[in-house]
């Protein structure tokens, strides 16, 4: 039986209420994933959930929330063992959940992520992880945004190019401006980074490039070239905070709050200017 049907079959029978709704959702999102609403409940590996997993983080999805996907996976699992569909379920370890600093990259991460890529020996890796990289880190689109993105959503006009994105994650449209660092990137993906994208491929390559360039930092992941568009507009160019949430797509003030991270140079430079009044 496909994992889809026997969630859908069997739900009611582990979850009742809102619990019922949202746990349903979270095992079958993770029917969605990569092909695995092919997929027989006993073809599954802890490797899939872990990919799964890795793919949420890279989305912005906290640790914690991830647990909760991981919790309504292993709960469906473990009712297929118990109906003796299968012998075992898959086990995984689930993420540590830590508080600290948020999250966004130095210069000199960025610039080793791009030399890592680049000189990779796998030729996917090399062709495509630095241009994925170069447009995050300059649009601050997420990895999911820049998937979907299509020759036809790329436009010339007002001077600049611009790429417009449907139903977003908080269901608006927006338009996205294009710097020429992330158009020439984009144009080096063909207008269609998700044409030969694969999730297996991208996650194995970050896995990677994190133990090389900051092994043992589970926050750094590709999400945070988001947060580090945001904090560079905020700390470098001084935009504020409402034309920034417009460049992410946020509807209010407080989501982008999250996303601005204040540089201890800056910190240090409004000390400066604050003694010298």
């Known amino acids: 039986m496909l994992l889809t049907d026997f969630t859908n079959a069997n739900a009611s029978r582990i979850w009742h209420g809102r619990h019922l709704k949202e746990s349903q959702a979270r095992v079958l999102k993770f029917c969605t994933f ?46 297929a063992v118990d109906m003796e569909l299968i012998i075992h379920a898959p086990k995984i370890k689930w993420h540590k959940v830590r508080s600290g600093r948020p999250r966004y990259m130095s210069k000199d991460e960025i610039h080793s992520l791009d030399v890592f890529f ?10 495509m992880m630095p241009h994925l990289c170069t447009i995050a880190v300059n649009t601050g689109m997420r990895l999911g945004e ?17 790429v417009y994105l449907a139903a977003t994650k908080n269901g608006d449209d927006r338009w996205v401006p294009l710097n020429d660092k992330a158009a020439a990137a984009l144009d080096a ?9 694969t999730h297996r491929r991208f996650y194995n390559a970050w896995d990677v490039a994190r133990s090389k360039i900051a092994r043992g930092d589970d926050t750094f992941v590709f999400h945070v070239l988001r947060h580090t568009a945001a904090s560079t507009m905020a700390n470098e160019l001084g935009v504020n905070t409402l034309l920034i949430g417009q460049m992410l797509g946020h509807r209010n003030v407080a989501t982008t709050a999250k996303y601005v991270h204040a540089k201890p140079k800056t910190l240090q430079d409004i000390a400066r200017k604050l003694g010298n009044q």
């Not at 899939?48 to 991981?70: C, P, Q, R, W």
């Not at 680049?118 to 062709?127: H, L």
């Not at 820049?146 to 611009?162: A, R």
């Not at 993906?189 to 994208?197: A, Q, T, V």
Request: hydrophobic share 35%.
């Open 34 to 79: 990569a092909d695995h609403s092919l997929r027989t409940v006993d073809q599954f590996k802890p490797a899939d959930l872990y990919a799964f997993g890795d793919y949420m983080i890279a989305e912005g999805k906290s640790a914690n929330t991830v647990n909760h996907y991981f919790a309504a996976i292993s709960t469906i699992f473990n009712l």
């Open 118 to 127: 680049k000189r990779s020996e796998d030729p996917w890796v090399s062709k």
């Open 146 to 162: 820049i998937l979907k993105i299509k020759p036809e959503n790329v436009h010339k006009m007002d001077g600049g190019t611009w």
């Open 189 to 197: 993906l063909d207008n269609e980074p998700g044409d030969k994208f």
